[in-house]
Each structure stands twice: as structure tokens, then as C-alpha cells.
């Protein structure tokens, strides 16, 4: 009886007891923002913009390895498959070498589209080049597996052997490739004039529950799409493409000469969601646009007057979060920087928000979300606190930041020491004790009080697998000589 009491007071103090905590930081040798991408096995990629390497971290920090490619490469773009296998893109000059397979560009700058497993085994390399400067945005992973690539072009183009003749006009492509790396097919737009030779380009794709391509796109002059005309300077394009690459509708965006739109999204209903930036003469602004499936009716979600959106991500329930930085210029040095991160709900209110001018911090660049779990990153100048605490320095950093931490009492709650990822989950996860590593007893609970897992523990993380159990919540407890710890589990 008493042990139902307790399981009673601990589901009551699940929903009432909530602490927001830096879990776990580090500092990194990146001197550009750092781009993160998740899996789907509760793992997260990082890479520096414009570097030759990428890492892979779990959701507790623990970095699990590194790869560099050769000092000719420069990385633009990283995705995961529905396997977790990872396919990285880029740009190279002369040649490049990976695994003993060596391409050679053929003109200024050509692409490269490679695959690694989840391990990071390299698996296979491809080549997209033409005699002239050549441009990869974005890619992604199709409802089917394929992968869809898409950029600029500027002269007669080879994908991975299969030639295809053009004009010395600037334009935008989009190629699809199988998961071997196999070529299948590419469009290219028409352009029949252009202002300043700078042409259009396919600027972020993604993929709807119908497998139709939504393409934001940079148009700069007279360009065919299909049987539409669309004549422009310097602005960008929503564009909804079947798969055969024929053009469904087009809508303008706000995007125009000094603002961009990036880090375009889709939610489970199809609405299109985006980030719109002004830089420089054209004002620091920062803005979350949501649309719906037909282009239209945007919606504005959040606006700062001084700041920028640098990253977004979705969660299971369509919650946006962003990684932002908001500054006060006050005409002279010392400028204010108040970092954001938060979360907007579906009715567009921001539910949640960390904007703390004391951090130091310069600004959010990226962020990724595994239940209560963000991963993101960052810089900050001069000092920082952190998980740890920081002086004297200014850096680009990683850090875990975990929204809802409950247990025993509010003491517990602030100063709990381990994070479970994914949750809620299938019931395979991960629990990373972060600095509660000295012996421990991991004990699982479940609904009614009985412990359906024990296990004494020294290692800093465990993988532990419910798979087999009933769908419902669930409370780990660990406990060392001193303390207990408790967190709630959903497995579903």
C-alpha cells in the first residue's frame, strides 16, 4: 500500500514539478555556426558551415566519432535516411579522395553526394559537375527512399555520367538519386534572361505526406517552369512539384534582395513553414512564417525587430522550436546579445522561451528537439554558465538543455542528473547519467508500483530496451549512496 502512495505522490509531482537545466555543454574549434541534424534513433549530427567535418553525438552528449573529409571539401548539407545511414553533399576543387575513390573536377567547383552508414563506414561517392562554378543547396530523403538534390548549374551537366547539354545560363536543378547512388532523373528551369548573370537557383527542398517536391527558390530574371513564365529580381518562390517535376503552383515569397527565406519545413497536416531574415541596409529582422498546403495564407509566428532565426525543428505534436539571436546595437560597443530558444504551439503562442541577457550568449544557431531534450548550439562571448561555467572565452559551443525534469521534491527536480532519450519512445532508449557516475541502481517502475527493471550500473550510459512491455508511463529511479533520482517514461 504504502509503495502505491508513493507512486501516487511521484505522478502527481510528474505533472506539477518542472525544472529547466543545462544537462550537458562543450566547447568546439568551429569559428562558423554549427548545423545539427538528428536520426531517428535518438542520435545528433553536427557540422561546422563551411568545414570539411562532421561528428555524431547522442542526445546525453556522448560523442561517438568524427569524420573528416579531404581538405578540398567543403560540406553544405546533411541528411539522414529512414535507415539512419547519412548522405553528406558539398562542393570540391582539383579532386578529391575518400576510401581510396578519387574524383577530379572538371570544372571550377563540382558537387559530391556521399554515403556513410550510421557507423560511419563510408559506403559509396558521387560526382555533379560542369565546366563552370557549380551550387548545391539542400537535399533530402523522399517518401520512397530517393534522394532529392537541389541547386544551380551553369553549363552543360554530367550527374554521376549521364550528360545532359545547356546553355552558359545560371540555372536551377533538381536531380534524384537512389539510395545506391544510382542517377534517375534531374529538371532543369529554363531561364531565358537574367539579371547580373546571377540567375535562379533551388534554394531548400522537402517532401509532402504525397510525395509532391516543395522547392523554395531564388529567382533573378525570366524563367520557364513548364508551361509558366515567372519574371523576377532577386525574390523568392514557393513551388509545389509532382514527382515528375511538373510545376503545381507557384507563390511568391517575402524573400527579396538583403532577405532570405531558409530553413523550410513541413508538419504532419502539410503546411509549409519557414524562417524570413533581413540582414544589413534591409533591417535585422527575424520572423517564423507558416502557410498552409497550397502555398497561401501565411501566418507570421514570432517576430524580432533586432535578430535573426537561425534554426527550427519540429516535434511529434507540430510544436516549432527555433534557435534565435535578438541585438540591441545601442549605436556603440558593448552591444546587448539576448539568445533565444523557445517553442510555439499550433495555435502560433510561444509556450515557452530562454532569453537571458546575463548568458553572454551571442546567438542560437541551431536546434533539434527528442521529447523534452534540445540539443543545440551556439556561441557566446566572454563568459557563459551554463552546464559548466565558462570565463575569459568566447566560442561556439554544443549543449543539451532539458525542459521538464521531475521528481521527488523541487531540490531533485533542479538538480536531477540524468536525461532519458527519445521520450517518449517505442521503449528502446538511452539513459545518460551526465555526472552521476559512480555506482548505481537503475530501478523501473511502472504504473502500479512494481519495478520491472533493476540493474546496478557504473557506466555513464546505458541502453535499455522495454520494447516488450505494455504501452503507459513509467518512473526510473537511480539511486547512488546519497541521492534518488526519479524521471517519468512514456513508452507508445
Known amino acids: ?109 563540382d558537387l559530391f553526394l556521399t554515403k556513410f552508414d550510421k557507423d560511419g563506414l563510408f559506403q559509396w561517392i558521387r560526382q555533379i559537375s560542369s565546366a563552370r562554378e557549380d551550387e548545391i543547396r539542400d537535399i533530402c530523403v523522399d517518401r520512397n527512399g530517393k534522394l532529392l538534390l537541389t541547386g544551380s548549374l551553369s553549363d552543360t551537366i554530367n550527374f554521376s555520367g549521364t550528360i545532359i547539354p545547356k546553355g552558359e545560363k545560371r540555372d536551377l536543378f533538381i536531380a534524384r538519386y537512389d539510395d545506391s547512388g544510382n542517377f534517375e532523373t534531374s529538371f532543369l528551369s529554363d531561364l531565358q534572361s537574367d539579371y547580373f548573370l546571377d540567375g535562379c537557383t533551388g534554394g531548400e527542398i522537402k517532401t509532402d505526406s504525397g510525395n509532391n517536391i516543395i522547392l523554395l527558390a531564388l529567382i533573378n530574371g525570366t524563367v520557364g517552369f513548364d508551361t509558366t513564365i515567372i ?19 507557384s507563390e511568391r515569397t517575402e524573400c527579396n534582395y538583403g532577405v532570405f527565406v531558409q530553413n523550410l519545413m513541413l508538419n504532419s497536416a502539410d503546411e509549409i513553414i519557414y524562417t524570413l531574415n533581413g540582414y544589413g541596409h534591409y533591417q535585422d529582422t527575424g520572423r517564423i512564417i507558416k502557410r498552409n498546403s497550397a502555398g497561401q495564407a501565411p501566418g507570421e509566428f514570432i517576430f524580432l525587430p533586432q535578430g535573426h532565426i537561425n534554426g527550427i525543428d519540429l516535434d511529434s505534436s507540430d510544436n516549432i522550436y527555433y534557435a534565435s539571436s535578438e541585438c540591441h546595437w545601442f549605436f556603440s560597443p558593448p552591444y546587448k546579445y539576448f539568445t533565444l530558444f523557445g517553442r510555439i504551439g499550433t495555435n502560433g503562442n510561444n509556450t515557452w522561451q530562454m532569453s537571458d541577457s546575463a548568458l553572454s550568449l551571442r546567438e542560437g544557431a541551431s536546434i533539434v528537439n527528442s521529447g523534452d531534450n534540445l540539443f543545440v548550439s551556439g556561441m557566446f562571448h566572454d563568459s557563459a554558465d551554463l552546464f559548466n561555467n565558462y570565463s575569459d572565452t568566447s566560442a561556439y559551443f554544443l549543449g543539451v538543455y532539458n525542459l521538464d525534469h521531475v521528481g521527488i521534491d523541487e531540490k531533485t527536480a533542479l538538480l536531477s542528473q540524468f536525461i532519458i532519450f527519445p521520450n517518449p519512445s517505442t521503449g528502446k532508449f538511452t539513459l545518460h547519467s551526465n555526472k552521476f557516475t559512480s555506482n548505481k541502481n537503475i530501478c523501473i517502475h511502472d504504473i502500479l508500483g512494481n519495478c520491472i527493471y533493476n540493474e546496478r550500473s557504473s557506466s555513464p550510459e546505458q541502453i535499455i530496451d522495454l520494447s516488450g512491455k505494455a504501452k503507459g508511463i513509467y518512473f526510473i529511479e537511480v539511486t547512488n549512496e546519497e541521492k534518488q533520482y526519479t524521471q517519468k517514461l512514456i513508452v507508445n
Open 231 to 249: 519574371s523576377d529580381y532577386y525574390s523568392g518562390y514557393l513551388m509545389k512539384l509532382d514527382q515528375g517535376f511538373h510545376l503545381q503552383w
Open 1 to 109: 500500500m504504502n509503495r502505491i502512495y508513493a507512486l501516487t505522490f511521484l505522478i502527481l509531482m510528474s505533472f506539477t514539478v518542472q525544472a529547466q537545466t543545462w544537462t550537458w555543454d562543450t566547447l568546439t574549434q568551429a569559428n562558423r555556426q554549427i548545423s545539427l541534424v538528428k536520426d531517428y534513433e535518438g542520435n545528433v549530427y553536427s557540422c561546422s558551415y563551411g568545414s570539411n567535418s562532421f561528428s555524431k553525438y547522442t542526445f546525453g552528449g556522448i560523442r561517438l566519432w568524427d569524420k573528416v573529409l579531404p581538405t578540398s571539401a567543403v560540406i553544405n548539407k546533411i541528411i539522414c535516411g529512414t535507415d539512419n545511414a547519412l548522405y553528406v553533399t558539398g562542393i570540391f576543387q582539383g579532386s578529391i579522395t575518400i576510401n581510396n575513390q578519387t574524383l577530379i573536377a572538371e570544372g571550377m567547383k
